[in-house]
């Protein structure tokens, strides 16, 4: 069965360098999201992506956050220079929403981002 | 934007016991999946159910899309069950398809 993959499963950082975050989505979907989940709290909507073009993003999604879709298969988020406050899980997902029809988002297994 | 309210906030069950977690939204939704976040903090995707009922093994869920709320039955549950439940909405005449996730349940499973 397809699914979504992320690399790397746990990354720990300095306070100020820069992460790059790996999604591989499903093949054949079209939309791409990035999720973020704090310690404790609930999942985060981050932004959305789709036709290699951000489609939305959240007020976390400042300017220290980029994403994008360097080739065909592989969709990533970077952060420019990392904080405290951005140490958390953050979650690749992707769909298949074409036609008009809205379908299920399917998620990656997650990358633990800690910053020191 | 739309509000999701999950209850209860906690549950602790003996194994075999059955439950019903509950997800209340506040506007119209296009989508609505239920996850179940496991020790490793994986999010595995239990349902997708905008509407109508669907069954899986031992578990089974509920979208009543008009009176804005979803249940989740957990029977005859099992220590692997521990984890957090998630509920996701996507609204109605979003600008995207965006998951607005609510705050979950703590399910712990008593041997």
């Known amino acids: 069965e397809p699914e979504v993959t992320q690399t790397p499963s746990h990354q720990v950082t300095q306070m100020g360098q820069e992460v790059i975050l790996r999604c591989v989505p499903i093949?054949?979907?079209?939309?791409f999201y990035w999720y973020r989940q704090i310690l404790g709290q609930k999942v985060e909507f981050l932004v959305s992506f789709y036709n290699n073009e951000i489609s939305e993003k959240s007020e976390i999604f400042d300017d220290q956050f980029s994403v994008e879709r360097p080739d065909g298969s592989n969709f990533t988020l970077k952060i420019r220079s990392t904080k405290l406050e951005d140490s958390a899980m953050y979650f690749c997902a992707s769909s298949d929403t074409s036609g008009g029809v809205y379908n299920e988002q399917f998620f990656g297994p997650g990358t633990r981002l800690t910053v020191l | 934007g739309i509000q999701v309210e999950q209850s209860p906030p906690d549950l602790i069950l003996q194994e075999g016991a059955n439950s019903t977690l509950r997800c209340n939204f506040s506007?119209?939704?296009?989508?609505l999946q239920w996850f179940h976040q496991n020790p490793w903090g994986q999010l595995i995707n239990l349902f997708y159910i905008p509407s109508g009922t669907k069954q899986n093994g031992r578990l089974s869920a509920t979208t009543v899309a008009t009176e804005r709320y979803s249940l989740l039955y957990i029977s005859s549950s099992q220590t692997t069950d521990s984890g957090v439940y998630f509920c996701a909405v996507e609204n109605y005449g979003g600008a995207t398809n965006k998951l607005i996730f609510g705050t979950g349940t703590l399910l712990a499973v008593q041997p």
């Open positions: 506007d119209s939704v296009n989508n």
């Open positions: 093949s054949n979907h079209l939309y």
